[in-house]
């Protein structure tokens, strides 16, 4: 059994908490890690908003085929993606994803505001409460992040990342069928190819007891597993929330903030008291920086002296762009089409493909 991942666990809404301390630890864990366990107390996000998404992506998942084809994702990634569709690691895979997804945009006064099936309509209020919750705690933690790396003002990262402004961020539900219902899979194949997410700051929620995850030791360049309940969490109400920086934090910060390539695997090398044999439920939530923000030089004097994780390298196999010496700021919607294109290869053409 492969050793698990080392990531750090992190209570940033204990009482009494010191607000710089935690911002710290954030970033080491940012800097060294890519990822971080938020500790979940029900603070910030209820255990009940949490089992109602989870029900909801029943429901969504299980609605008949044709509803779910009414509702096929565009290009302005909203909507459902079915079997092989997404390709996350186009050089390596030799087919797509073995998954479902469905990608919500933005809900107004508690309505979604593109096609869905109508087996989940009931569920729109709690869906939008939930994606407000979910914004809200990125905007906690970019504001530590502003804090941890001594951005001037603080409030850098929060106030790029409006929830009222058009912006790429994603509400998710991922849905990965049993290896007995794909037959089809080879040994070497995976249920999501190996990627690092594409905006700022990612939240994952995941159920006990199911298997996947993997990330690539930034150290080592080896596939560890990582849990769904690490040590010290196992009592909990709720496993922890799992966060990870994206392409475009990283970009921003100048390669700092490490985006952790990643990737769900049909392996049997889990963490322990999980199993990749049963069918695979994940809520994500992406949080993106509104649509024409420029991605200028972040004000941090930490930022500004760092000069880059050595062999350090994206899922794409490009190097870290520095955007100090970039002629041309791209906006967060520039940084998200190039990504989306790269990844959706029937939705965009082959023809765009990233070589």
């Known amino acids: 059994m492969a050793a698990t991942a080392s990531i750090p666990i992190i209570d940033i809404s204990a009482e009494k908490a010191d607000q710089a301390q935690v911002a710290k630890d954030l970033v080491d864990a940012a800097v060294e890690y890519g990822f971080v366990y938020i500790k979940n107390a029900g603070r910030d996000i209820s255990s009940e908003q949490i089992a109602n998404a989870f029900n909801v992506s029943r429901i969504l998942f299980n609605s008949p085929l044709e509803d779910k084809q009414r509702c ?34 933005p809900f107004a006064n508690g309505k979604a505001t593109q096609p869905i099936p109508a087996s989940i309509e009931p569920h729109q209020a709690e869906l939008a409460a939930f994606r407000d919750a979910c914004h809200e705690l990125c905007q906690k933690l970019l504001l530590l992040f502003g804090i941890g790396l001594g951005v001037n003002p603080p409030d850098f990262f929060t106030s790029a990342h409006s929830p009222t402004a058009p912006s790429g961020s994603i509400l998710r539900m991922l849905y990965y069928p049993p290896p007995s219902s794909t037959p089809s899979a080879r040994p070497d194949d995976v249920r999501a190819g190996a990627h690092s997410d594409y905006g700022s700051v990612t939240l994952l929620f995941r159920l006990r007891g199911q298997a996947g995850l993997e990330i690539l030791v930034p150290r080592t360049g080896s596939w560890a597993p990582v849990p769904v309940s690490p040590p010290g969490t196992e009592a909990d109400e709720q496993p922890p929330v799992l966060v990870n920086i994206g392409d475009l934090l990283s970009y921003w910060t100048n390669g700092l903030l490490r985006s952790t390539v990643h990737r769900v695997a049909f392996s049997d090398e889990a963490a322990p008291g999980e199993s990749s044999a049963e069918p695979r439920y994940s809520v994500v939530y992406f949080c993106h920086p509104a649509d024409a923000t420029p991605l200028a030089p972040v004000p941090s004097e930490r930022v500004r002296a760092f000069h880059g994780h050595h062999g350090r390298d994206t899922a794409s196999g490009e190097g870290y762009s520095n955007p100090y010496t970039e002629p041309k700021v791209l906006t967060a919607q520039e940084h998200l089409q190039m990504r989306l294109k790269a990844t959706y290869l029937q939705l965009y053409g082959d023809g765009e493909k990233k070589e």
């Open 72 to 105: 096929k994702i565009e290009k302005n990634n909203q909507g459902w993606s079915g079997m092989h569709t997404e390709t996350l690691d186009p050089k390596s895979q030799r087919v797509g994803d073995f998954k479902e997804g469905f990608n919500f945009g």
